[in-house]
């Protein structure tokens, strides 16, 4: 049984710790941190479990993280907060020796670009300190680079071409809503596409090339390429990929409130 602080207290934030919550034989104890503890006591109310609490902590601060670490002392510490925040996290870890698990890459503030680089960067060191980062380990990346695995081991002898397709199918009733923070959000998909084709980096324009998929269950949607961080974790271990792509469904009126939201200038990431 391990010791688990989560940092961030959002949507994926919640559904992570009550995850943990129902797993008492892995998590034995667990705390919940954010910039705002209200937040992170309304959902340790909800769980209503004796082995959650919370606590209060600015991931932006490398100190505060180490005094949060060295005060509850945890096995493992899951990153659910913002892309921005990543390698303060991860610094924290290194110093108090604490294992490290995160659901997206590491992205700057002021450039709408992420990619590994900046994490696989500490590998080496997380390697001489005895520890684990286990990076991207969310739906898409994450549970993408599962079935993609699983698929080279048991269904083929070689992977050639690789397409991950992400089909929201659901409909809240909402005209315009996203499905993880709204900041990320947009700077993920107007920002240019990219694909791996013939051991090159392809980049196209935002949602540039968009096509009709069918989806089982779902039937046809109109799908858009973007570019996605497991695709170059993807690349990197399986070396045989000639082609790799990913895409995502949009609904047309999503996208209409996009382009005003574009228009307007509130897409932008600098202050107005």
């Known amino acids: 049984m391990a010791k688990v602080v989560i940092i961030g207290c959002g949507g994926v934030g919640t559904v992570v710790a009550h995850k943990c919550a129902q797993h008492p034989d892995v998590f034995s104890e667990i705390v919940i941190a954010s910039r705002t503890r209200s937040k992170c006591e309304a959902v340790v109310e909800t769980i209503g479990k004796p082995n959650v609490s919370a606590d209060v902590v600015d991931a932006d601060s490398v100190p505060q993280l180490v005094e949060l670490f060295n005060r509850h002392k945890p096995q493992l510490v899951i990153n659910v907060a913002l892309p921005y925040q990543d390698l303060t996290i991860m610094d924290a870890c290194l110093i108090c020796g604490v294992n490290y698990l995160d659901t997206a890459n590491y992205e700057p503030k002021d450039v709408a670009h992420f990619e590994y680089s900046w994490q696989w960067a500490y590998k080496q060191r997380f390697e001489e300190a005895g520890l684990t980062a286990i990076l991207g380990c969310g739906f898409d990346p994450g549970v993408s680079g599962v079935f993609t695995a699983y698929a080279a081991k048991h269904?083929?002898?070689?992977?050639?071409?690789?397409?991950?397709?992400?089909?929201?199918?659901?409909?809240?009733?909402?005209?315009?809503?996203?499905?993880?923070?709204?900041?990320?959000?947009?700077?993920?998909?107007?920002?240019?596409?990219?694909?791996?084709?013939?051991?090159?980096?392809?980049?196209?324009?935002?949602?540039?090339?968009?096509?009709?998929?069918?989806?089982?269950?779902?039937?046809?949607?109109?799908?858009?390429?973007?570019?996605?961080?497991?695709?170059?974790?993807?690349?990197?271990?399986?070396?045989?990929?000639?082609?790799?792509?990913?895409?995502?469904?949009?609904?047309?009126?999503?996208?209409?409130?996009?382009?005003?939201?574009?228009?307007?200038?509130?897409?932008?990431?600098?202050?107005?």
Not at 199 to 219: A, C, F, Q, R, S
Request: glycine share 8%; net charge negative.
């Open 155 to 272: 269904h083929f002898s070689e992977m050639e071409y690789l397409d991950i397709v992400d089909c929201n199918a659901g409909d809240h009733g909402k005209a315009f809503a996203t499905n993880f923070n709204p900041e990320i959000n947009i700077r993920e998909i107007t920002q240019n596409g990219r694909y791996y084709q013939d051991g090159k980096w392809v980049t196209t324009g935002p949602l540039e090339i968009h096509k009709t998929l069918t989806y089982p269950n779902i039937g046809g949607r109109e799908s858009y390429l973007l570019y996605h961080e497991e695709l170059e974790s993807l690349v990197k271990n399986f070396p045989a990929i000639k082609r790799a792509r990913f895409w995502m469904t949009f609904g047309q009126e999503y996208l209409t409130h996009l382009r005003v939201i574009q228009a307007r200038g509130m897409a932008r990431i600098d202050e107005i």
